[in-house]
Structure formats: C-alpha cells, structure tokens
C-alpha cells in the first residue's frame, strides 16, 4: 500500500541547473500538491491540482512549473536552480469532500 | 494576515499536562480542518480533523472549532515525551470557493514535554 511516492529523497543542485521532483498517489485522488517548508515557515503551498488537467498557483510559486500527466502524477519542475529554493519539498494528494492529505516522504533538495 | 496562524511558539509542558494549541483562519468559506504532527525529519501526520462547530475527541487529543470566531484549537491532555513534535494547522477551502478547495497550513508550533 504505496500511497503517496515521491522522488528523489535528497538532491544538491548547483545554482542553474534544473531538475524535476516527481510524486505519484495511488489513492484514486483528483487533488495533488506541491508545498515546501523552511524552518519556522510552515508548509508554503507552491502549486495544486484540484483534477487532472488543472493547475494553480498557491503562495509560493515563482522559480516553479508543474504538471499534471495524469490522475496519479504530479510533477514539480526546477528551470534554473538558486540557493533560495533550499529547501524541504512534499508532495501530498487529499481525500475528496472530507479533505485529509496525505503526504509523501519529502525531498531534500539543497542548492549551492 | 496570513491564511492560517498559529499560536508562537515553542511551547513547552511538563509530562502529564494538558498542551494546548491554537489556530485562526482568515476564509470563512472555509470547511475543513485538521490537525496535523510532524517529528523532525519525517513528513507530516493527520491526527485530528473537524468540521463543525464545538468538540471533537479522540483518546488524549480534543479538537475544538469555532467558526463563528475562525478558531480551531487541539488539547492534549497527559502529555508525554512521546508528543514532542510540530503540530500544524491546516485549513481547507470549498471547492469554488475563494480559496478554491485548496489546502492552507499555518507555520506551525515546537511542542516539547519534558519529563
């Protein structure tokens, strides 16, 4: 019983480089995010998908682009990597109606 | 204002005393609520979640939601060691609604119980 999988577990990144952080649910949920959390700030929404095929901004969502490529997988996408995007990413899909997320194992990315 | 705030931290009680946490939200549209334990290192666990208004129990943990006044709380009753963690406040939007079904986490509080 997989849940939510998320990739990589840690990356370094040097300033410039991309990467894309992949997350898949196997819970049949339509709503995915992508939030990141820096100490002392919380989760910070980056991006949700409230269904296939959507996409929207939360809080956070400069320096990132999404996609959603199907019902199980939602991708996060680094262009151009810069030590601001230091930080611990997680992935989480979210029960319909009721609501409750649940999250991936996180990814630890860190860029120099 | 932030979406969803919680109560600064840390917060520290001894073993065996009740912690209690809080938490406002700025959308009155919103509809569910929960609340979350994260242990350093790992990803965040739901352990409450509440939807209407008053208390909602579950072994040693009480939500208790006041939509009227936009506050959720969480008490933990006989607090132990092992409930040292960040506990977080999440918040989700209707679908359609201002904040479009999405969901909002406040920054969270350091609890520590100490023997």
């Known amino acids: 019983n997989a849940g939510v999988t998320q990739t990589p577990k840690f990356q370094v990144l040097k300033t410039g480089q991309s990467m894309t952080l992949q997350c898949a649910q196997d819970m049949n949920h339509n709503s995915m995010y992508w939030y990141r959390q820096d100490p002392g700030m919380g989760l910070r929404l980056i991006y949700y998908?409230?269904?296939?095929?959507?996409?929207d901004k939360g809080e956070v969502p400069n320096g990132y682009n999404v996609s959603r490529l199907n019902k199980r997988e939602f991708s996060l996408r680094l262009e151009s990597a810069a030590p601001s995007q230091t930080s611990v990413y997680f992935c989480?899909?979210?029960?319909?109606?009721?609501?409750?997320?649940?999250f991936g194992q996180g990814t630890r990315l860190t860029v120099v | 204002q932030k979406e969803v705030e919680q109560n600064s931290g840390p917060l520290s009680v001894p073993e065996g005393a009740i912690a209690s946490l809080n938490c406002t939200y700025s959308d009155r549209g919103s509809q569910s609520f929960f609340w979350y334990r994260q242990y350093s290192g790992k990803s965040p666990e739901l352990i409450m979640s509440i939807y209407s208004n008053g208390d909602k129990e579950d072994g040693r943990f009480t939500a208790q939601l006041n939509k009227a006044s936009q506050y959720v709380s969480l008490l933990i009753r006989d607090s132990q060691p092992s409930d040292s963690a960040t506990y977080l406040c999440?918040?989700?939007?209707?679908?359609?609604?201002?904040?479009?079904?999405?969901?909002?986490f406040g920054q969270g509080t350091i609890l520590t119980v100490h023997p």
């Open positions: 998908s409230a269904s296939e095929g959507t996409t």
């Open positions: 989480a899909s979210t029960r319909e109606v009721r609501g409750e997320a649940f």
């Open positions: 999440a918040v989700k939007g209707l679908a359609g609604g201002t904040s479009y079904g999405k969901l909002t």
